[in-house]
């Protein structure tokens, strides 16, 4: 087992390490491992002078799993995008052709009181945000700044999606929501865009060989007001690279905190990238703030999906449920008369937790 540490920027350090730590409990003795860490993002432009420096490509290409923090620093604001700590992620999950980045967001229970939504419209929630990480706006050609002969600047984006890119993702899917409830919804801007007609009319001709799932669309504005309105009655949402980049961030805030919610980017074989869904948040970095849950499930998804460990996985998950119960509360999730912790304890917990639930 092969994994690839990337801290990255911000408090992608500060959780990153308590995600190692109850990475090293769950895996005991039981199976010999390695570990290697390397910088990414910001902290790749800094140490090698390149947000993905060819070394830390190279190391993730020869893992099985990549354990990712965060990337993105406040220099990003006065640097060329192609040298900001964002860029250095985003061409790795291209690199390593990582197209379905799963969002899983679940409530816990414990935490209903701790979102911005009423407990009776966030309880019991539990969908998936499937989200296509390798086309749209974000690799789309022509792109940049250009003067024309007038002297007017213009800024190029190109919105793209070949076919095949949307089958791949659709394929994977209605998969996981036949796995699930048996409810896909594709969110598309289809009475605008024509790449997004050709998003549609593919999720329509692929649903054709999944008869158990319900196929329904939603455009992108009616779905980002579905989703504070009423978000149970999603099971899977299916999106492209921005729209799912805007709409998990949205339903990962149901949860009460960003800080809960941890990520898998797959492709087509068991290689993926786990990181949490939150970025680096420079203002707290370092200060033993932030909240380590979201990388520590994250790091539970990759025992799940790259190693077929679910018996750890699910011990990893058990555990911060249990610290959960027992009433500990990182700040962004704090509540009357919790007890509050930093990311260090919170760590210590999770870790202390997974040696009491040993077998
Ligand atoms: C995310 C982030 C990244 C993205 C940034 C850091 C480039 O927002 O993983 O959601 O836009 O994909
Ligand atoms: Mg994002």
Redesign the pocket.
Known sequence: MKIAVLPGDGIGKDVTAEAVKALKAVLGNAQPYEMQEAPIGGAGYEAAGDPLPPATLELARKSDAILLGG??VPEDEHRPPSAGA?IG??RLRKALGLFANFRPVFMFPELVGASTLKPEVVEGLDMLILRELNGDLYFGEPRGVTTEPSGERVGINTMRYTASEVERIAHVAFRAASRRRGKLCSVDKANVLETMQLWREVMVEVGRAYPDVELSHLYVDAASMALVRNPRQFDVMVAGNVFG?IL?DAAAMLTGSIGMLPSASLGADRKGLYEP?H?TAPDIAGRDIANPLAAILSAAMLLRHSFEREADAARMERAVRSVLQAGYRTADIMQPAMRAVGTVEMGELVTEAIHRLDH
Do not use: C, F, I, K
């Open positions: 990337a993105g964002g992620l985003l980049d998990s869904v970025g």
